[in-house]
């Protein structure tokens, strides 16, 4: 049970790292490649990696459900905790890489961050879903003051987490 956050973290990176290597690219206007602009293997590539990610998430509750406060500790938890860590994970995932581009990061800055920290987010959703209140309790503060970091390092934290996703699903080119 203990290894549960550092296995989440490790998936997470991985999965999300890799991601970021398909999505971005170094144009000054549109850093990232719009889904609908991605070439048939990049998008099996990406297809292939959410659901590596969503398998391994689902490997590690499957092991480890009965550290989490999910009352059933069946099926259904394991079901219910995957989505959660998965879902929540890649939109604080999304999150965080707004900051970094709003925030002016090189490529090489968000690529490193991605490898390395992409999983924080994962492994905070499953820290919140663990046992122990504490863990609970300290999970949550460090997502509020993640939040509260990158809400204060953007310029337009509304307008720029709307004009990433609609380029990033869209395609679109909005100057704020």
Not at 121 to 127: E, K, N, R, T
Request: hydrophobic residues 60%; aromatic residues 10%.
């Amino acid at each position: 049970m203990r290894w549960q956050i550092p296995i989440v973290w490790l998936i997470g990176s991985i999965v999300t790292g890799t991601i970021a290597v398909i999505l971005t690219n170094d144009h000054d206007l549109v850093p990232i490649t719009p889904l609908p602009f991605l070439t048939g293997p990049e998008m099996a590539a990406l297809v292939a990696l959410v659901v590596v990610l969503f398998l391994g998430l689902y490997a590690v509750g499957w092991r480890t459900i009965k550290a989490t406060w999910l009352r059933w500790q069946d099926l259904r938890s394991v079901l219910l905790w995957t989505l959660l860590v998965g879902v929540v994970g890649l939109g604080g995932w999304g999150f965080a890489a707004a900051v970094t581009f709003d925030a002016g990061f090189s490529l090489t800055a968000q690529l490193i961050l991605a490898y390395t920290c992409g999983g924080l987010p994962f492994a905070l959703v499953a820290g919140m879903l663990l046992r122990p209140w504490r863990l609970n309790a300290a999970s949550v503060m460090l997502t509020v003051i993640a939040v509260l970091v990158g809400l204060t390092i953007m310029r337009h934290p509304l307008q720029t987490l709307v004009a990433y996703l609609e380029l990033l699903v869209g395609g679109g080119i909005r100057v704020y």
